[in-house]
């Protein structure tokens, strides 16, 4: 019979404990890399759905940046609505010019004209002549009658003196065109083809907006009427 030898007992529990270690470390291991790896296919899921969320809210961005420029422009449009109905244009005046030396030749008017619903006021006028290099104001307004106006350009302005109304108080601006009406404003400059003639007018609609037309017709809203 062999005999066991008692003494190699530590020894062989140890190696005993030792290898269930090393099984329940290498067990510990593959659970830790299941998870791991569990862990990180969550992880790349939630990255997946955040890049699709990110796509979907700069869609979403999009749309609303549509939305809201198509408002503004709708807002806009609205706003300019008023300002869109007054012309500017440049014809001349063959009356007298009250306080000033009569001139057998005929000056540089502004005609006005309000085609909106709604009244204008304040409205103001400069004239740049160049190559004078001059910023002029006017020296006289005057009131015309609607009859007239379709007919101004092919009569050269000659008869208009005779439907116009001149403003008496000196005043240099219109505090009120209604609806519809047409002004004069009256430059004391006599009319030379060899000027280069160009006119601004500035009004403030009936919403309290502040605009300014060029002789070209190009309208832009002001954002105040400080200087003039």
């Not at 302005?157 to 601006?173: F, I, K, M, N």
Request: hydrophobic content about 45%; aromatic content about 8%.
């Amino acid at each position: 019979m062999p005999v066991i030898s008692w003494g190699d007992f530590p020894t062989w529990a140890l190696a005993v404990i030792a290898l269930l270690a090393l099984v329940a470390a290498v067990a510990a291991y593959f659970k830790q890399a299941d998870a791991a790896r569990k862990l990180a296919e969550q992880v790349t899921i939630q990255r997946d759905q955040f890049k699709d969320q990110q796509k979907a809210n700069s869609k979403q961005a999009e749309v609303l940046e549509a939305q809201l420029r198509e408002i503004r422009q709708r807002a806009t449009a609205v706003e300019r609505q008023q300002a869109d109905a007054v012309t500017l244009s440049l014809t001349e005046w063959h009356g007298d010019l009250p306080g000033y030396e009569v001139s057998r030749e005929p000056l540089d008017m502004a005609l006005v004209r309000n085609g909106s619903h709604r009244p204008i006021r304040d409205v103001a006028c400069r004239l740049y002549s160049f190559p004078e290099d001059k910023l002029y104001e006017p020296k006289a307004i005057a009131q015309i009658a609607k009859a007239w106006v379709p007919a101004i350009e092919a009569l050269d302005g000659r008869s208009l003196e005779d439907s116009a109304v001149l403003d008496e108080t000196g005043t240099a601006e219109i505090r009120l065109l209604n609806a519809g009406g047409n002004a004069a404003l009256i430059f004391n400059l006599i009319a030379d083809p060899d000027l280069e003639i160009s006119l601004t007018l500035r009004f403030t609609d009936d919403a309290g907006l502040y605009w300014q037309i060029d002789h070209d017709l190009h309208l832009k809203q002001l954002d105040n009427r400080d200087d003039w």
